[in-house]
C-alpha cells in the first residue's frame, strides 16, 4: 500500500509517453481486463487533463516496474498504444489500461485524486502492497 492511499511515486502529474522512442505504436484489438478501479473524481481528473492535452487519443496506463527502496513503483502515464497481452477497462469514457504483467500486482487496486490543502495528486489504495517505504514510493 502507498502509505494508505498517499500519493504514488511520479502519479502527481501524468505524463505523456505516446511516442517515446522505442515504443510500439501498433494497436491491437483487446478483450482482457483488469480489476484496478478508478474513483469518479479521478476519472473527472483525467478527463480535465485529455481536455487540456487536446487528445482524445490517449489511455490512463498503470503500471507496475522494478525500483524503489521497497522493490515496485508505480507509473502512470498517458499512452496513445495498446500491447499484446494489455488488460483494458473503461470508467465512462476513461480508458485504463494495465499490462500483463503489472495485474497480478495492482488487482483490487483503487486509483483515486486527492485535492486538499495538505496534497494534489493521484493516489494508489492496493490491497497487495505487502509494505511500503517510508516516503510512500514504492512497495513490495
Known amino acids: 500500500m502507498v502509505g494508505n492511499n498517499g500519493p504514488a511515486d511520479g ?5 505523456d509517453r505516446s511516442g517515446e522512442p522505442g515504443s ?3 494497436e491491437t484489438t ?25 487528445r482524445d487519443d490517449l489511455r490512463l496506463r498503470v503500471a507496475v516496474q522494478p525500483g524503489g527502496c521497497s522493490g515496485l513503483i508505480y507509473q502512470l502515464y498517458f499512452d496513445e498504444r495498446l500491447l499484446d497481452g494489455d488488460a483494458t477497462r473503461d470508467y465512462d469514457g ?8 503489472s495485474v ?14 495538505e496534497k494534489q495528486g493521484f493516489t494508489i489504495d492496493n490491497p497487495n502492497a505487502g509494505s511500503a517505504c517510508a516516503c510512500g514510493g514504492s512497495f513490495s
Open 30 to 54: 483487446q478483450t482482457a481486463t483488469h480489476g484496478v478501479q478508478l474513483s469518479d473524481v479521478a476519472a473527472d481528473k483525467v478527463r480535465s487533463l485529455l481536455e487540456q492535452e487536446g
Open 24 to 26: 510500439d505504436m501498433s
Open 94 to 101: 476513461v480508458e485504463v489500461v494495465v499490462d500483463r504483467m
Open 11 to 15: 502519479v502527481g502529474d501524468i505524463e
Open 104 to 117: 497480478p500486482y495492482l488487482e483490487g487496486a483503487t486509483i483515486d485524486f486527492a485535492d486538499t490543502i
